[in-house]
């Protein structure tokens, strides 16, 4: 049997395997440890979303020669583009939430109210660009 790194249709399957098997951590981990998953995640030089949106502008490269080839239809290629630029501007945005993110996941030093004992504060609801 060839190693799945052989095989790029298998180790897709085995990325989003291992995707699935990480969202089922994330939801039985401590707060820190969340936290410190999803910032790793969101990790734009080392994150898997940053390297997803590199994956996705990649593939709308392919798309475009195949559909300047007759081979492909345009329409693939432009959803392909917009994927990647929806997928690097959500990037952008969350990108300024990761260290907030990192310092959730350290232990509070001693004495100082950890982040999740402070009172809540209303939750509104922005989108900036």
């Known amino acids: 049997m060839p190693h799945p790194a052989s095989d790029p ?37 080392e994150g898997i979303l ?15 020669e195949h559909a300047e080839a007759g081979e492909l239809a345009p329409e693939v290629w432009l959803a392909l583009g917009r994927a990647a630029n929806e997928l690097y501007g959500i990037g952008i945005d969350l990108d300024e939430h990761t260290d907030t993110l990192r310092e959730l996941a350290r232990p509070a030093p001693p004495g100082t109210v950890p982040p999740l004992a402070r009172p809540a504060s209303p939750l509104i609801a922005r989108r900036h660009r």
Do not use: M
């Open 9 to 45: 249709v298998r180790l897709a399957g085995d990325i989003a395997r291992r995707i699935d098997q990480l969202a089922e951590h994330l939801i039985a981990a401590p707060p820190p440890l969340s936290a410190q998953v999803i910032a790793t995640v969101l990790d734009s030089e």
């Open 50 to 64: 940053g390297r997803f949106t590199t994956l996705v502008a990649t593939g709308s490269h392919f798309a475009q």
